[in-house]
């Protein structure tokens, strides 16, 4: 039987993460993050299983070359890290798990032997002393949080030196006791700013020449940041948004610029985008915009909140909306503004009784 991969990346500082900010964007986060570096895996490696931080891969019977193996790893530093970047400039969510989410590090163990298999419940999942040694090389005396660390069994599989040194690798020798028996392995610091990360421009915000054509201005009873949560997660929208069958959007996905929703009713899609414009000193901003409004070609709407206290905010709603032809700036001057406005106040109002309808559940 020929030796098999495995290898597991590893999220850093998941823990104290997920202890130190709101749980559901944490979660969210790392969510996205593990689906990343599945989307990296160019190997084949097949998924074993998801350990909360972790993701477990392995290839059964075939060891990768060292140029793919090293190719591999890089191809998921490179992503997560990218992702990273993506979260802190495309960000628009104040809260503690959204800002520190630039600060999650990587490591990679990768190790191999010859495996084992044990099925549960029709799964058949890798079993034995090769997948213990693996998942105890994550206990290692390495000094820091990002690394690729390579077993010496897995270095000389694959004649790998422990002296071997490119842009992103530094090997180095170290070793650790496990259970009374020395595992060696070799591992490099890996430094993202080696990486061929992909390369985001940070948003620049909307400007508009025109003041807004509507304005809708409403007081709650609640922090301004827990205020902006009710509005941006699209779990929520369902307790307000009266008329609407339902939102359609990406469960695993924190909301940011450039993230996507559609509001459903009566069968058709009304398709929405994340963007921003320039908040005042002393606010927070969420827009959204589309080109399916059934009147406007283009429709903006800019949720502005600001804090009057700590337990009490203000939702200041700007609408811009433009028409191209000729037609449609007539409906929209005929009857447009007057059922924008009577929708967004309806929707204000029930925005307002379901705020309040938490602290009396106390919720």
Request: with cysteine.
């Amino acid at each position: 039987m020929s030796k098999s991969l495995l290898f597991i990346p590893d999220i850093s500082g998941y823990t104290k993460f997920i202890q130190t900010t709101e749980i559901e964007h944490s979660q969210h986060v790392i969510s996205e993050l593990l689906e990343v570096l599945v989307n990296a895996n160019t190997q084949d490696l097949k998924l074993a299983e998801i350990e909360g931080d972790a993701l477990f891969f392995y290839k059964e019977n075939e060891i990768p070359s060292q140029e793919n193996l090293l190719a591999q790893i890089e191809s998921m530093f490179t992503a997560f890290y990218s992702h990273l970047k993506l979260f802190e400039k495309h960000r628009i969510c104040p809260c503690n798990a959204c800002a520190t989410a630039p600060n999650l590090q990587l490591k990679i163990i990768a190790h191999s032997g010859h495996l084992q298999h044990i099925e549960v419940q029709g799964t058949r999942k890798p079993f034995g002393e090769q997948v213990i040694e693996a998942h105890r090389l994550l206990k290692n005396s390495v000094a820091s949080d990002n690394y690729a660390l390579i077993s010496r069994k897995l270095a000389l599989d694959i004649q790998l030196s422990p002296y071997y040194s490119s842009k992103i690798y530094r090997f180095r020798q170290g070793s650790d006791q496990y259970d009374g028996r020395e595992m060696e392995y070799i591992y490099s610091i890996i430094d993202p700013e080696e990486l061929p990360l992909k390369t985001f421009i940070q948003p620049k915000p909307l400007e508009f020449d025109t003041p807004p054509d509507l304005i809708i201005e409403q007081e709650f009873p609640i922090a301004a940041e827990e205020l902006m949560e009710d509005i941006t997660n699209y779990t929520m929208r369902h307790f307000w948004q009266k008329g609407v069958d339902r939102v359609e959007y990406n469960e695993h996905e924190v909301t940011r610029i450039g993230t996507e929703h559609a509001c459903v009713i009566n069968g058709k899609h009304l398709d929405f985008v994340t963007v921003s414009k320039r908040p005042e000193p002393g606010t927070m901003v969420y827009g959204e915009h589309t080109q399916s409004h059934p009147l406007f070609d283009d429709f903006y709407q800019f949720y502005i909140f600001s804090s009057n206290s700590k337990d009490s905010s203000h939702l200041k709603i700007e609408l811009y909306w433009e028409s191209k032809n000729y037609f449609k700036r007539f409906i929209g001057w005929l009857i447009g503004k007057k059922a924008v406005e009577k929708n967004s106040k309806k929707a204000v109002e029930s925005l307002l009784e379901y705020v309040k309808s938490k602290q009396k559940s106390g919720i």
